[in-house]
């Protein structure tokens, strides 16, 4: 045991090792930080240009609208998923209960149909229905199945307008999302909609800076 006990312990080894003086903990501190904060001004600068380019998505959409004389048929908000162009369903794209076209729904997706092919972007086309129940009896089990068939009949006219099939999802969100709430007297026409989303397709870090830099510029826009 006498043996054992006059060799130095780890500790003592350690302590015996002289640091490398070339390196300081605050050195350390401060070249992380520094890293830190190049990485967070990347990733803002990516989060605004990806912003621009939606912004620039959204005018042209809406300008294609205008010109084809359906201005407001679409409202715009731009969120962590790029931005989303809320077409109501209600008396425009379908009749209720319907999931075939109204011809004045396949106007007005023809209207945006070009400007949709000249994105680089994915699109996800989402379905949604007001929280009314489908009648019984009727043509659709629920809800899920009437949402779900609305928006793969928005993407397949999208595709025999040319947009690339391989682009575009369909997705269905049956009354689960919607827009205002059901109290709301607009309720029943606004949350019955087709959204189409143009995905950003900036890194997820950018894409959750997007709607504070949404919030930002409609604070700054009268």
Not at 26 to 38: G, H, R, T
Not at 61 to 72: E, R, S, V
Not at 148 to 174: C, F, K, N, Q
């Amino acid at each position: 045991g006498a043996v054992l006990d006059g060799l130095p312990g780890a500790v003592d080894i350690a302590s015996a090792i002289p640091p490398d003086p070339t390196v300081s903990d605050v050195q350390v501190d401060a070249a992380a930080a520094a890293a830190a904060a190049e990485r967070a001004e990347n990733v803002a600068a990516e989060a605004a240009a990806a912003y621009d380019e939606l912004a620039a998505a959204l005018d042209a959409i809406d300008a294609a609208l205008k010109a084809a004389g359906y201005d407001g048929a679409a409202q715009f908000e731009i969120d962590d998923r790029g931005l989303v162009v809320h077409i109501v369903a209600d008396q425009v794209l379908f009749d209720a209960e319907e999931a075939v076209l109204r011809p004045e729904g396949g106007a007005i997706l023809s209207a945006v149909a070009p400007t949709l092919l000249a994105l680089p972007n994915d699109l996800a086309v989402e379905g949604h229905a007001n929280h009314l129940p489908v009648s019984r009896g009727g043509a659709w089990p629920s809800n899920w199945e009437l949402s779900a068939y609305r928006a793969t009949t928005v993407v397949r006219y999208l595709a025999g307008d040319g947009v690339p099939e391989a682009r575009m999802s369909a997705d269905a969100y049956g009354s689960t999302r919607p827009l205002v709430p059901v109290t709301d007297r607009n309720a029943l026409t606004i949350n019955r909609r087709v959204d189409i989303v143009v995905q950003s397709d900036a890194s997820a870090e950018a894409n959750a800076l997007l709607p504070g830099i949404d919030a930002t510029h409609q604070e700054a826009t009268p």
